[in-house]
């Protein structure tokens, strides 16, 4: 049986844990929806070489063992997924319906048809977990998201979009 000191003991613990858990979603509530817009300076965008690829992915390329086309998806599938850290707010066009699919949609659908679903030397997420080292890209990658929360994704339509990979 428990004692009345036991219960009472528990009774705190869980207490204190609801307190902390709920401070520490409120503390990531109000850090992801940050109102100031990422910048290049914010998000560490240096691009010395003009290439459209920040510094840091150039690297991470570089270091991949693929032929020249699983480059170009990369790279283009990296360059999308920076406009979006750079402006965030083009979730809002995919979620108003302004337009069927964003940047970023093209870059990955890219990526998928030069790498496939299933076999991919590269996963996707490596590639995203690379991008997203900083706190201040993944919080303009959450707020993305959080713009384009409640949008129909419709998919890449080769009929209506053409090949997403412009190379």
């Known amino acids: 049986m428990n004692s009345p000191l036991s219960s009472?003991?528990?009774?705190k613990f869980f207490l204190l844990m609801g307190i902390l858990i709920i401070g520490a979603a409120?503390?990531?509530y109000f850090e992801s929806r940050s109102t100031y817009p990422p910048t290049p300076q914010s998000l560490d965008a240096i691009d010395k070489d003009g290439n459209g690829v920040w510094d840091d992915m150039d690297e991470y390329i570089r270091?991949?063992?693929v032929n020249d086309r699983e480059k170009k998806a990369i790279i283009f599938y990296v360059q999308s997924f920076q406009k979006v850290l750079l402006n965030p707010e083009i979730g809002f066009d995919v979620r108003n319906?302004?337009?069927r699919a964003d940047v970023f949609d093209q870059g990955f659908e890219c990526y998928y048809r030069v790498f496939g679903h299933e076999n991919s030397k590269i996963k996707d997420h490596e590639i995203k977990d690379e991008l997203l080292k900083?706190?201040?890209?993944?919080?303009?990658w959450i707020?993305?998201?959080q713009n384009s929360s409640g949008a129909i994704l419709h998919g890449w339509d080769d009929k209506i979009?053409?090949?997403?990979?412009p190379f």
Do not use: H
């Not at 979009?161 to 990979?165: A, E, F, K, L, R």
């Open 63 to 65: 270091s991949k063992d």
């Open 26 to 28: 409120l503390v990531f």
């Open 134 to 140: 900083s706190s201040n890209r993944v919080k303009a």
């Open 143 to 145: 707020r993305y998201n």
């Open 161 to 165: 979009q053409g090949n997403p990979c």
């Open 8 to 11: 009472s003991r528990s009774r």
């Open 97 to 99: 319906e302004t337009v």
